[in-house]
C-alpha cells in the first residue's frame, strides 16, 4: 500500500520527528511504499540535529521510503512576512500525491501537518488520519484562532490517534469535535529497537559528535565571547577515563536543567572528577542562558563536553558512552506529558536519574525503586540534594553499575508486554478500512525530486 505522511523528520529534534522516523521504516520494513512531507531542513539551527556525513549515505538506501523537503523562499516575499510552511507543504504535497496516488494520507501534530494532511485528502478525495502529540491539545488548540480550523481537521478524519488512555485528552479532543467512534487509542508501544545494547558503536560516534560541535552551534548566535568559551573549552578530547553524566534533549528551567548545571557546579567546586556530556537544544535565549550556566563555573566548564544534537539513531550510542544519565523535568505545564527518555535509559543499562514527577508517569512506575533500579529525584530544585545522590554515583561507580544493570533487566521484563509498533498498526488497520482507491496506474512516478 502507499502511505503519504506529513510531518517532522530528522533533522528536527524531538520525539515526534524520532517517531515518524521509526514508523517510516517499520511501515516500510512491511512492504508498504511510504512517502515523508516534511519542512525538516528548514528547522531552526538550534532545534537541528547534526546528521554525520556517513549516516547520509546511509539513509538514501532505503528504497521504500521517499522524503521531500520543502524550498525555502526569499523573506521578502510578500508583506509581513511569515514562512509559508502550510502553503509550501500544501503545494509539495499536492504534486506528490496527484502522482503517488496514495491509499492513505497521515498528518501528524496539528500544525501545520495534520491541517496539510486534511487539505491535500480533501482536495484529492483520500483518506486521512490524524496524530497528536501534546502540545497540540494542550496549547495550540486552545488559541481562537486555531480551533476552528482543527475542528475541520478532525470532522473529516478517518480516525484520530492518541497514546494512552488520558481522560483529559479525551475530553480536549471531544471539545474539538471529534466523534467518539473515530478515536483510536493506542496500547502503550515498545521502546524502538535502536535502543538496544548489542551492536553499538557508542564511543567513537559521540568522538565524532564531539568534533562537530563548533559547525553546529555557530548558526545558533550566541553571544561571541560565550561561544569562543566554550568551543575552546571543548577542545581537548574526551576523558573516558572518569565518570560520564550526560543529559540530552530541549533545555530550560522545567527541564531541570539549570538545578542540574547547579548541582554539578558545587561538586565540581568541590575537586570531583566527572565528566558532564551535555547533548542541548531549544530556543537561542535559553541556550544561550544555559551555555552562561556552565562557562560562569571555570572548574564545571573545565569538566563538561559540548554535543551537537544527535540524530535519534545515535542517542543509543551517547546513553552507552555515559555512567549516569539525567532527566530532571518538573513543574511540566502539560499534565498529559509522558516523556519517553526514562524508559530509553533504562533499556541501554545506563543508570537513570529522575525526578519523582516524571517517574510516576512511566508506564511501570510501580516497578521503580530509588536506588535499585534507578535514582528518583524528588525535588530537582534542592541542589545540595541533588548534588550528594549524583556525587554518591560518582563515589561509587559499582553500585553505579549495578542500578543500571537493575534497570536494564526491569526495561527487559516490562517492554516485551508493550506492543512493538502500535502507530505503524494502526495505519495498517485504518488502510484495511478504508474503500479501495480507483486507480489504473501500475506503479507511481513522482514528478518532484526526492531527497533521503
Not at 549515505?57 to 523537503?69: A, G, L, Q
Not at 488559541?143 to 484520530?160: D, I, Q, R, T
Not at 485528552?169 to 473515530?182: F, K, N, P, T
Request: proline share 7%; glycine share 6%.
Amino acid at each position: 500500500m502507499r502511505i503519504l505522511i506529513v510531518g517532522k523528520y530528522p533533522p528536527i529534534e524531538g520525539g515526534v520527528s524520532r517517531r515518524i522516523y521509526s514508523t517510516a521504516r517499520t511501515l516500510a520494513e512491511r512492504g508498504h511504499d511510504v512517502s515523508v512531507l516534511t519542512n525538516a531542513r528548514e528547522v531552526e539551527p538550534s532545534f537541528r540535529q547534526c546528521i554525520l556525513d556517513r549516516d547520509r549515505e546511509m539513509e538514501s538506501k532505503s528504497s521504500r521510503i521517499r522524503v521531500f523537503h520543502v524550498e525555502e523562499i526569499s523573506e521578502r516575499a510578500y508583506i509581513p512576512f511569515a514562512n509559508p510552511y502550510g502553503s509550501k507543504l500544501f503545494g509539495l504535497g499536492l504534486s506528490i500525491a496527484r502522482d503517488f496516488r496514495p491509499d492513505l494520507v497521515v498528518g501528524w501534530y496539528f500544525e501545520p501537518y495534520g491541517l496539510v494532511a486534511a487539505q491535500i485528502a480533501r482536495a484529492l478525495d483520500l483518506p486521512y488520519i490524524v496524530c497528536h502529540a501534546g502540545s497540540d491539545i494542550g496549547r495550540l488548540a486552545q488559541h481562537p484562532n486555531l480551533k476552528s480550523a482543527y475542528e475541520w481537521m478532525l470532522e473529516h478524519a478517518s480516525g484520530v490517534l492518541t497514546s494512552g488512555h488520558s481522560p483529559s485528552v479525551r475530553a480536549r479532543l471531544s471539545d474539538l469535535g471529534m466523534q467518539e467512534g473515530r478515536l483510536v487509542e493506542l496500547p502503550i508501544a515498545r521502546v524502538e529497537t535502536m535502543f538496544s545494547r548489542p551492536s553499538r558503536q557508542g564511543r567513537p560516534i559521540v568522538e565524532m559528535y564531539h568534533k562537530q560541535f563548533r559547525e553546529w552551534v555557530t548558526p545558533i548566535g550566541l553571544e561571541p565571547a560565550l561561544l569562543e568559551r566554550l568551543v575552546e573549552a571543548n577542545e581537548p578530547p574526551i576523558d573516558w577515563s572518569i565518570p560520564t553524566i550526560a543529559t540530552y534533549g530541549k533545555v530550560g528551567a522545567v527541564k531541570g536543567s539549570f538545578d542540574l548545571v547547579a548541582a554539578l557546579a558545587a561538586l565540581a567546586d568541590d575537586g570531583r572528577k566527572f565528566n558532564l556530556m551535555t547533548v542541548a537544544g531549544g530556543w537561542p535565549e535559553v541556550l544561550q542562558r544555559y551555555y552562561s550556566e556552565i562557562a560562569v563555573h571555570p572548574a564545571l566548564l573545565k569538566r563538561t563536553t559540548f554535543l551537537p544534537l544527535v540524530a535519534p539513531w545515535h542517542v543509543p550510542d551517547l546513553i552507552t558512552s555515559s555512567d549516569v544519565v539525567c532527566f530532571l523535568e518538573r513543574n511540566f505545564p502539560i499534565e498529559f506529558h509522558a516523556p519517553r527518555v526514562p524508559r530509553e535509559v533504562l533499556a541501554m543499562g545506563t543508570c537513570l536519574v529522575c525526578s519523582s514527577e516524571v517517574a510516576r508517569k512511566q508506564p511501570f512506575a510501580e516497578s521503580l525503586v530509588d536506588g535499585k533500579n534507578f535514582v528518583e529525584i524528588a525535588d530537582p530544585e534542592n541542589i545540595a540534594g541533588l548534588a550528594g545522590r549524583l556525587g554518591a554515583l560518582i563515589e561509587d561507580q559499582t553500585n553505579c553499575n549495578v542500578i543500571g544493570k537493575h534497570g536494564y533487566y526491569l526495561s527487559s521484563t516490562c517492554e516485551r508486554f508493550f506492543h512493538p509498533h502500535p502507530i505503524a498498526a494502526a495505519i495498517e488497520q485504518t488502510l484495511r478500512s478504508v474503500p479501495p482507491i480507483n486507480t489504473n496506474e501500475a506503479d507511481f512516478q513522482v514528478s518532484a525530486s526526492p531527497t533521503a
